[in-house]
């Protein structure tokens, strides 16, 4: 992606173009959350036993959060991101997970039902609803068990609100609608709220 995708491409060109262009860095953020991930993930394993689930993380970037979720398992843990160059950083930083690049809108490489977990970490908010809809859809597809979806919940630090107005992502929306948006594809739903932060991990039941 160039830069003229930034200015005046679609949504997903430009969201391509963002998160190719800060790949380089992006781990070196990553790792700075990754306290922030198993603190949640840990809540997480205590509501919801993950010993033995297998997972995909839908939106991987460099793999932090696949890291802290895959590690209550040894079945098998894959993260995948339309960015090959965020995979790039994800292979070499975590080689007992498997990456591979593909599309979240679209994800033809994996069949019905085929992972217990389907999770997505700071992705969802930055697509608008109808976006957020085919994705939430496509995992839904996937996933035996669950569906679960790390993301804001309550009031978002400044510097974040730079970078999502920097990015044109929907997070204003999404933290007031999501709740009720994965209603409609889940009959059953739960959250957990992430310690000392203003996020929340939305659970779909399948």
Known sequence: MALHHYFFGTDKQRAKFIFDFIAPIYGVLGKAARKGY?????????????????????????GEWLASISKYTDQQSVGTDFSAKMIKQARAAFP??????????????????????????????????????????EMKRIAKKFVMIHDFEADTPTVVKVLEFLERSDYVNFKKNFKEEIKILFSETDIVKCPRTANAIYIGIV
């Open 96 to 137: 007992d997970n498997e990456f591979v690049v593909n599309d979240a809108e679209a994800l033809t490489k994996f069949d019905d039902n085929s992972f217990d977990i389907v999770t997505a970490s700071y992705v969802l908010h930055g697509m608008k609803n109808y976006d957020r809809a085919i994705v939430l859809k």
């Open 38 to 62: 198993d603190q949640i993930c840990d809540k997480l394993n205590r509501r919801y036993a993950l010993l033995n689930y297998s997972i995909l993380d839908v939106g991987t970037g460099t």
